[in-house]
């Protein structure tokens, strides 16, 4: 699995702050936006804007990727992507089952949280630079605004994750 846009971030770099978070920090916490996102595909009672909040926290953590190696060739951030994204599923609870299910949803919501946590103590009032540039391209893709800055689901409870 890759990251959405690993580039997207990159390309938004260019009009952005520098990023708050260490490479491995930054690619840690993209890595389970992104296995979460995976996951909430695979699921069918996933609420639309529960997706949106998590697919925001994604494109926070690409950029937060993009700007902890500011300069860097993009094989070194998908190399940093592709090793996160190793660990977390080396980490992550496995099995079969209602069980093991329901375990995988509580690590990545748990997970989540501790990514969103870093975001908004990063950023305290100020939006992360992303989001005008995902509120534009869900007006035009005719989205529901999503408000929080969260880069996290965690409120939701691993809703469509089990």
């Known amino acids: ?10 390309s938004l770099l260019m009009a952005g702050p520098a990023g708050h978070f260490t490479t491995e920090q930054a690619a840690d916490c993209a890595a389970i936006q992104a296995i979460t996102l995976d996951a909430m595909r ?9 997706r949106l909040k998590v697919r925001n926290g994604l494109a926070m953590w690409e950029y937060e990727l993009s700007a902890s190696a500011e300069g860097a060739p993009p094989e070194k951030l998908q190399k940093a992507a592709d090793l996160a994204i190793a660990k977390v599923h080396e980490e992550m609870p496995q099995g079969q089952g209602a ?17 969103a946590t870093l ?7 100020q939006e992360h630079p992303v989001m005008p540039y995902l509120r534009e391209a869900d007006a035009k893709a005719g989205l529901p605004a ?7 689901a965690a409120d939701d409870k691993s809703r469509g994750l089990r």
Do not use: K, Q, W
Request: hydrophobic content about 50%.
């Open 1 to 10: 699995m890759a990251f959405i846009s690993i580039m997207a971030g990159a």
């Open 42 to 50: 695979a699921a069918s009672n996933v609420p639309a804007p529960i």
């Open 99 to 115: 069980d093991a299910a329901a375990a995988r949803g509580e690590y990545l919501t748990s997970r989540s949280a501790a990514c």
């Open 119 to 125: 975001i908004a103590e990063a950023y305290g009032e």
């Open 146 to 152: 999503v408000t929080p800055v969260s880069a996290s």
